[in-house]
């Protein structure tokens, strides 16, 4: 059945495609072959234009070479360039096209020297604080990519032998004139049918679909990937200044109006204790408690021993991909809705004024986020930009690894360009390290428990040549030979250890250990740069093990029949902070707030949905993606208590009552971006 949808879908595209060349052939047959090859010139401007600009972006990964989209939307609009042009007589017919021509010139510059600058493409939207960039104008353009004015001086030249081009036109056409724009309006509704079906449910991987980078617009890179340079100017400019708002509804208005009302203060014992101190938030890549121990992780269970502890830590999941969610949680207090489909990475338009990034820069911070993989992926390039970063930086957009090393843990310290931009000598700042290594596949036959079994192995060899060579060297002086220097490692042959096929479990485990040395070298480089006492480093995972194909393997090590499957380490290091363990149930919620008072930023309890998780006056509650909550006590679902504890009626409506307010708060503040309002 699908196998038959699947070839449904591919010939009714098919019938699309051929739609739209029938009617191109029969407009150009009408009036393109009646003024070639001089119309053809006309063209060639735009086509540069558009073609440069796809190629300063070629650092984008994320691909549309196979999506026909861009093509046809470039041919389309340069269609209309063009034809508007020779349908009006002499100069006037110049004159519309000198127009069109500027115009181009004006989007290919702001694009393409904004992306010189940013790596990302220019938004309309950015208008709004125009004035904040008005006195670094020159400075952009002075540091602009050279090749971008060496490609407008070509654009140039094509412009000008192009008007010399132009055909002779004695009279107006109208009729010309009007048969373009009914073709261009026609054509702008077919043409996105290429991009196939937008998905309805919230999966990982929605961003990858093209036909959901159209209908939401918000990734600038990829975005212009799937569109070409005048098809995403133009439905930037419509989604920024024309599009329609979604209605309010005036209940939801008056219900964010009533919780945003009061200014919370906030002060305890733990206020301003980390003042003035760097940090580096470590997020984890599925390491869950059962893997933090003395012989899997000794570097992570060390500083969980030492620093404050959360015992009882849950990260919240959802099918819209996990891992990002951490990051959206933990950098701007808020959590992918529950109450409609929409995942966190979606909202890179929104205003998130008391961020992570924000609160630290306003205080004269460096602010970097650091990963393996390219920025395209679920558009952390445009999300971290959004929520006030001074950049994401990605090992695999580097350019310089030959082979699949760079998904190593370690390479995030090692690598000596991250390093650097890592620990800054001259301002504070905040690192945002995302591990991968604790990732799937968990096998050694592929993927990063491949690599580590290799490298084991040829540890192990080593090691087995090195305990040879010292016997030979031995045994060589004792006979009193001549030669015992020509004995050396490379003449020390021994067999390679037969392959042994790794669990499950063993791979998870060693991975984890990867991601452990990684800890290990960030440690060493603090010290060694003389930064470990002036630094804070927190440390916390992005979900539980649910990638294990084996999930038999979690029943060992914790509760696997409900949402507490969720539970995650959480933990906060200082060389001033004295070890504690915090029973209260927390999530990532609680992250940002916590950290806000800890390094005495003044601010509105409200502007978050968590809680400082070290206020004396701190329950602790979370919350899951079917609306079930745990308190440290009672877990719940459907508003009724699942498991044996006990809770008094009245307590179990306050908390449901509390859950559907928190919960409701934050769905209604990201769908209005109501931070926005009140920033």
């Given at each position: 059945m699908r196998l038959l949808k699947k070839k449904q879908g591919k010939k009714k595209s098919n019938e699309t495609l051929e739609r739209i060349k029938g009617i191109l052939i029969k407009f150009k047959k009408e009036y393109f072959d009646k003024y070639s090859p001089n119309i053809y010139y006309m063209a060639i401007p735009f086509i540069l234009m558009d073609v440069f600009t796809?190629?300063?972006?070629?650092k984008i990964s994320y691909s549309s070479y196979l999506i026909i989209s861009p093509i046809l939307f470039t041919l389309t609009w340069i269609l209309l360039f063009v034809m508007t042009s020779i349908s009006f007589k002499?100069?006037?017919g110049k004159l519309i096209y000198i127009f069109w021509s500027l115009l181009g010139i004006f989007l290919f510059l702001l694009n393409n020297v904004y992306y010189s600058m940013t790596r990302t493409f220019f938004d309309f939207h950015l208008l709004e604080s125009a004035s904040e960039g008005t006195p670094y104008i020159w400075e952009t353009i002075k540091n602009c990519n050279p090749l971008v004015y060496v490609a407008l001086f070509i654009v140039l030249i094509s412009i000008i032998i192009s008007v010399k081009k132009m055909p002779k036109i004695e009279e107006n056409d109208f009729n010309r004139l009007s048969k373009t724009i009914l073709l261009v309006i026609g054509l702008s509704f077919i043409i996105p049918l290429t991009y196939g079906k937008s998905n309805t449910d919230l999966t990982w991987s929605s961003w990858r679909n093209p036909k959901n980078v159209f209908n939401l617009f918000n990734d600038n890179n990829k975005s212009m990937k799937i569109t070409g340079l005048y098809e995403y100017s133009a439905r930037n400019f419509y989604v920024t200044f024309l599009k329609t708002q979604e209605q309010e509804n005036e209940e939801d208005i008056e219900f964010l109006d009533s919780a945003y009302k009061d200014a919370g203060k906030h002060k305890n014992s733990y206020t301003s204790k980390l003042k003035g101190k760097n940090l580096i938030l470590v997020q984890l890549e599925g390491t869950d408690n059962w893997l933090i121990d003395k012989e899997t992780t000794p570097t992570l269970y060390k500083l969980m021993g030492e620093g404050i502890n959360f015992t009882n830590h849950f990260s919240y999941y959802n099918g819209g991909g996990s891992t990002f969610n951490s990051e959206f949680a933990v950098?701007?207090?808020?959590?992918?809705?529950l109450s409609y489909t929409k995942n966190a990475y979606s909202f890179n338009r929104n205003n998130y004024p008391y961020s992570l990034a924000k609160l630290f820069k306003e205080r004269g911070y460096t602010v970097n986020a650091f990963h393996m993989n390219h920025g395209e992926y679920y558009s952390r390039t445009s999300n971290y930009k959004n929520w006030g970063y001074d950049n994401y930086y990605g090992l695999k957009e580097l350019g310089?690894?030959?082979?699949?090393?760079y998904e190593l843990d370690r390479e995030l310290i090692l690598n000596e360009t991250f390093n650097e931009l890592m620990f800054p000598s001259d301002t504070n700042f905040v690192d945002y390290i995302i591990a991968y290594s604790g990732h799937l596949p968990f096998t050694n036959t592929k993927g990063v428990c491949k690599m580590l079994y290799e490298e084991d192995v040829e540890k192990q060899v080593l090691e087995e040549k090195e305990e040879i060579l010292k016997e030979e060297k031995k045994k060589c002086k004792k006979?009193?030979?001549?030669?015992?220097?020509?004995?050396?490692?490379?003449?020390?042959e021994v067999e390679t250890p037969e392959f042994v096929e790794m669990s499950e479990e063993e791979c998870v485990r060693r991975q984890a250990k990867e991601t452990d040395y990684m800890m290990e070298l960030l440690l060493q480089n603090l010290k060694e740069k003389n930064l470990l006492d002036n630094t804070v480093i927190v440390v916390f995972t992005d979900h539980y093990l649910y990638t294990l194909n084996d999930q038999s393997i979690l029943d060992k090590y914790k509760t696997t029949s409900n949402n507490i499957i969720n539970k995650t380490p959480w933990f906060i290091w200082s060389s001033n902070l004295k070890h504690k363990n915090i029973k209260y149930v927390t999530s990532q919620l609680n992250i940002l707030p916590t950290l806000v008072n800890l390094y005495g930023f003044?601010?509105?309890t409200n502007n978050y949905i968590g809680e400082d998780a070290l206020d004396s006056k701190y329950k602790g509650i979370v919350f899951f993606s079917d609306y079930s909550w745990y308190d440290g006590n009672v877990y719940v679902e459907n508003g009724e208590v699942q498991n044996k504890k006990k809770i008094s009626q009245t307590a179990l409506d306050d908390k449901n009552e509390y859950i559907n307010y928190i919960t409701k708060k934050n769905d209604l503040t990201l769908k209005y971006d109501y931070l926005d309002r009140i920033k």
């Open positions: 796809y190629i300063f972006g070629y002499k100069i006037i950098n701007t207090g808020f959590i992918t809705p310089t690894y030959k082979d699949s090393s006979e009193k030979r001549k030669d015992c220097d020509k004995i050396t490692i490379d003449t020390i003044k601010y509105n």
